[in-house]
């Protein structure tokens, strides 16, 4: 073993070595010191000590055979060959207590162990051999079980068997690591290597214990002491500092701490700390109050009052003091005082509040209410306005409909394009700002008093009409018609009776020459002409009724055997069939109806030929005919 590889062992070694023998071999030491050289100190030096480290880390092992039973490296502590040593005699020395145990001779024949293991197997099976007796005044020997040797212990996986007097106790396997030791309770605790003086820090260094290690800090020793001890019969030289701290009363001035240092001491003035609030006075040796209102603007625009070891300030009216951050804080009116303060809207400001309206209200006097604004007077709508409760209504005039753009404009209504447009007027509609006005055909129409109906010209009756004396004129829809109705051959006109302002009539009876056999059985008796102005039915969905043909016949719901009966028949008409006659019974008497069973476009004039056959006895016994000339207009109205 050399010097660098046992540096710090040696070292702690040193101490203990020197305080062990300087007492007692001082003086013959010394002589065998002064005599060797300075190498042969050395070498005595290094071996002296190398054989006191293994002595104490061999003893260490035995104690821990004996105490605990268990010889595991993570109960030693310091370097891998120290543990190695401690672990080596702690085995034999729990081979030696087996022995013993068992009986054995504590020579332990036939075992080839080291010089070191076998001494401490020896000596621990010695020590735990009885001769069977003892003095009386002396007591028995311990009778504990070691249960951890026995196996008759109930430590788990993990755990490490230790023995304790008269019982156990299982302590974790794992170890704490370095710089740690693990106590009786299962705690990892600090191991102050420097306290221990088990640091390997060099003789120009100071050992400073951190939390599971240690820190070596350089020093400058500007003086030593030399000892001259004694070792195993070898000289030693010891450099040991003097803590001036201790060896001398008040190194240091009033208010001053001495500090000791390696080979002299520093004195250090004491420091006072103050608290928040205060500083220390002129000559340091007392705290006073701080005033902050003096210091700085601390309160900004706002009163401050000192305190002490504080201060306070007095905040304006809108604004609260925090006493965390020592600031005057603004207080919002609107948010701790909700629709209190304002009757539409509150918005904070800096120390105050503001109060505002909604659209359609304005603030009155007292910065609080809010009133109506009458907007109508600043004439915002196009025709007319109407003021409601915070906000106004346009309206327009007949004729005019609001936009809905902008909802203030008023746009002109095309009554003529409306979907009841066409009903409008009768004939055409002209749409105007506001309104619209009706116009009839150029020809034959006037407008009526109501302005959107056309009223038909009666040209018979104003006597505008150009038919000749010998015509008949006839009024139509928009016009006239000059007739000359004749009766036909073996027919005579019937005196005519009171003329109808709307229908122009002739009536023609059979008058047959005489010996005119022909002409009498024709059964032909009565030929009847009339005339009828029809419009164009724009809306034609069902049977127009156009002509009611009545008849002296009675109608009877069961006729009787030779009572008389009438059939009708269309003789000619157009030829899309549009006319048909239907019977019926009208005041108890069979009663012929002409119909329009097809829409016709005007302008056109039609002759329907209607034949009324009266039967009797199933024999056609006369016929009357009715010829009805139609005149329908290209207007519906």
Request: charged fraction near 20%.
């Amino acid at each position: 073993m050399n010097v660098s590889e046992t540096g710090a062992t040696l070292q702690a070694a040193q101490i203990d070595c020197t305080r062990e023998l300087v007492t007692s071999s001082f003086r013959k030491i010394l002589g065998i010191a002064q005599s060797l050289s300075k190498h042969g100190r050395m070498i005595a030096q290094e071996q002296c000590c190398a054989a006191v480290a293994g002595e104490k880390l061999c003893t260490t092992g035995i104690n821990m055979a004996k105490h605990q039973g268990a010889c595991e490296r993570p109960f030693f502590q310091g370097d891998p060959w120290e543990t190695q040593v401690s672990k080596m005699c702690c085995d034999c020395c729990v081979l030696g207590l087996m022995a013993a145990g068992r009986g054995f001779s504590c020579e332990l024949e036939g075992l080839l162990l080291g010089r070191q293991c076998e001494h401490a197997a020896k000596t621990c099976c010695a020590k735990n051999t009885t001769d069977g007796t003892q003095p009386s005044n002396q007591k028995a020997l311990s009778s504990d079980v070691n249960e951890c040797l026995t196996g008759s212990h109930s430590c788990t996986l993990g755990q490490v068997c230790i023995n304790t007097d008269g019982s156990f106790r299982c302590q974790r396997e794992t170890s704490c690591g370095t710089g740690y030791e693990l106590t009786d309770n299962n705690i990892c605790q600090d191991i102050d290597e420097c306290a221990l003086e088990v640091h390997n820090c060099g003789p120009d260094f100071v050992c400073n214990n951190t939390a599971g290690s240690f820190r070596c800090a350089f020093i400058q020793i500007p003086t030593f002491l030399y000892w001259l001890v004694g070792c195993h019969a070898q000289d030693v030289f010891v450099l040991l500092d003097i803590n001036e701290c201790v060896a001398h009363t008040s190194p240091c001035q009033p208010g001053h701490t001495c500090i000791n240092t390696v080979g002299s001491y520093t004195c250090r003035r004491n420091t006072i700390t103050c608290g928040r609030g205060y500083h220390l006075n002129e000559d340091g040796t007392r705290c006073e109050d701080v005033d902050e209102c003096r210091t700085g603007n601390v309160c900004g625009n706002h009163g401050c009052v000192n305190l002490v070891g504080s201060f306070r300030c007095e905040c304006r009216v809108g604004f609260i003091f925090n006493s965390i951050t020592k600031m005057c804080e603004d207080i919002n009116e609107c948010r701790h005082y909700p629709g209190r303060l304002c009757a539409h809207k509150c918005e904070n400001t800096e120390g105050s509040y503001q109060c505002s309206c909604t659209t359609g209200f304005r603030l009155v006097n007292d910065g609080r209410n809010c009133e109506d604004v009458n907007e109508c007077e600043a004439n915002p709508c196009s025709q007319e306005c109407a003021n409601v409760y915070g906000s106004y209504q346009c309206y327009c005039r007949r004729g005019y409909q609001l936009s809905d753009i902008d909802g203030i404009t008023c746009e002109d209504i095309d009554e003529c394009a409306l979907p009841a447009g066409g009903h409008v007027c009768s004939y055409r509609c002209s749409n105007s700002p506001g309104s619209f006005f009706c116009t009839c055909p150029p020809t034959g129409y006037t407008l009526s008093s109501n302005g959107r109906t056309c009223q038909d010209i009666d040209e018979c009756a104003t006597g505008s009409h150009t038919c000749s004396v010998s015509q008949s004129c006839f009024n139509v829809q928009g016009g006239f018609r000059c007739l000359s109705l004749e009766c036909p051959p073996n027919f005579r006109r019937a005196s005519e009776g009171p003329r109808s302002d709307s229908t122009v009539s002739v009536r023609c009876i059979k008058s047959c020459q005489p010996n005119d056999i022909s002409c009498a059985v024709d059964p032909i008796h009565l030929i009847t002409h009339t005339s009828l102005s029809l419009p164009t039915f724009r809306e034609f969905t069902m049977p127009e009724e156009i002509v009611f043909l009545r008849t002296m016949a009675p109608a009877n719901p069961a006729p009787l055997p030779g009572a008389p009966d009438v059939f009708f028949d269309i003789g000619a008409a157009d030829d899309q069939s549009s006319f048909d006659v239907v019977k019926r019974s009208h005041n108890g008497m069979i009663m012929g109806v002409v119909r329009q069973v097809k829409p016709i476009t005007g302008p056109r004039d039609l002759v329907v030929e209607v034949a009324m056959n009266y039967i009797r006895s199933g024999v056609v016994s006369h016929r009357n005919i009715v010829v009805i000339h139609l005149f329908i207009s290209e207007f519906w109205f």
